[in-house]
């Protein structure tokens, strides 16, 4: 009997797009509040940052990436609501890559789905701007309860066998610990972000694929757990 293609999540900011929440909203937002607080935008982050790291290893996943939040409590200021954001504005923001790995997908009928340490009620415009959230299978979120790399946000998907993302401290870790296959998205201009280990978090965290682009994943990928009833690698 022909296999069928696995289920498979993807991180959102930093492998699909250049955070748009961040870019689009936040950021200016920071830019605009910095002359009245007499601090560098930089600075206001740092705040808010420090505070999101302590939320997070004190168990609250959902409130460590509620940025109206936080903003309200560490700097007493209204962050609003993300306005609808511009199709062309984010359609800047995603990596070349990405359209070409949409195709396969949606051609392969291969079930995909976000999971993302960000709130999905502050990036669900920008999915509903780039039309993902048609061909898109399910958005799971810090909402949930759960961030990466806490593996149960992971265990909220039926039959899920490949992660991709670009963070070894949230998805490979979190992959890992969900024994789903761990996909590093390594490309060659981006930084690790090492901000965010847990503090149980191994001395050495290794993915079990690492790539550079996203084109590079339906080979690797038929080629690592895919094969026909013939016995070669393929999608069927």
């Known amino acids: 009997m022909p296999t069928h293609p696995p289920v498979i ?25 910095s002359p009245g607080e007499n601090k560098s935008w930089q600075d206001l982050w740092e705040l808010m940052a420090q505070e999101s790291d302590w939320r997070r290893l004190h168990g609250d996943h959902t409130g460590a990436y509620d940025w109206k939040n936080i903003a309200g409590e560490i ?14 504005d984010v359609l800047a923001l995603v990596y070349p890559d990405v359209w070409d790995f949409l195709t396969w997908s949606f051609r392969h009928r291969v079930s995909l789905h ?5 709130l999905i009620r502050n990036q669900w415009p920008y999915l509903q701007a780039l039309g993902w959230d048609k061909i898109l299978t399910s958005w799971i979120g810090a909402d949930s ?12 998907i039926s039959g899920l066998a490949v992660h991709v993302g670009d963070r070894l401290a949230h998805d490979v870790l979190g992959a890992k610990r969900a024994s789903v296959l761990a ?16 503090p149980l ?3 050495g965290c290794h993915a079990d694929l690492t790539i550079t682009t996203l084109r ?14 013939h016995g070669k690698a393929g999608w069927v």
């Open 114 to 118: 976000v999971v993302t340490n960000g």
């Open 201 to 203: 978090s191994p001395a």
């Open 183 to 198: 996909v590093h998205l390594q490309r060659p201009w981006q930084k690790e972000d090492n901000r965010g280990w847990d």
């Open 75 to 88: 700097l007493h200021a209204s962050l609003p609501d993300p306005d609808p954001p511009s199709r062309k």
């Open 145 to 156: 309860g759960f961030a990466k790399p806490d593996p149960r946000i992971f265990q909220r």
């Open 9 to 33: 999540s993807i991180d959102f900011d930093g492998t699909l797009i250049r955070n748009p929440y961040w870019s689009l909203h936040l950021k200016p937002w920071l830019l605009s509040q």
């Open 216 to 229: 590079q994943l339906p080979e690797l990928l038929t080629q690592r757990i895919c094969t026909t009833r």
